[in-house]
């Protein structure tokens, strides 16, 4: 049984610092890139950075770019989304996710039927 969970979500002020974790746990060999989503209020879900197992290069949306950093622990089988110099733009739930296409695919919005999701965890910033 594939489970991801997200955790490390919480309230923080604009300009102030969140690392999100995911723990997978029974993920398939070929679902080899992950990626962290984010659902704003009123505003449809978004890719916002992804990567590669194996490969140093990340890809993410320019919004978050300098500030947002994905990683992932292959040993603890965890993935990381370390925030920093939050804005109250970056409010919303924000989801892992693990696929087999591509991030530029993911980061443009196209997503697939057949990839795994966690639940969610809240990121509120206030100004």
């Known amino acids: 049984q594939v489970q991801l969970t997200e955790s490390g979500g919480g309230s923080v002020q604009a300009g102030g610092s969140l690392t999100l974790s995911c723990a997978t746990s029974?993920?398939?060999?070929?679902?080899?890139?992950m990626g962290w989503f984010r659902r704003a209020p009123g505003k449809e879900r978004e890719g916002i950075t992804c990567l590669y197992f194996g490969d140093t290069n990340t890809y993410a949306i320019d919004s978050v770019k300098g500030r947002f950093n994905i990683s992932r622990d292959s040993a603890k089988n965890t993935l990381y989304l370390q925030m920093s110099n939050l804005k109250p733009d970056d409010t919303g739930v924000y989801y892992c996710a693990a696929g087999r296409t591509s991030c530029v695919r993911w980061l443009a919005g196209r997503t697939d039927s057949d990839m795994f999701w966690g639940m969610g965890t809240q990121v509120i910033v206030s100004s």
């Open positions: 029974g993920l398939p060999r070929i679902y080899n890139r």
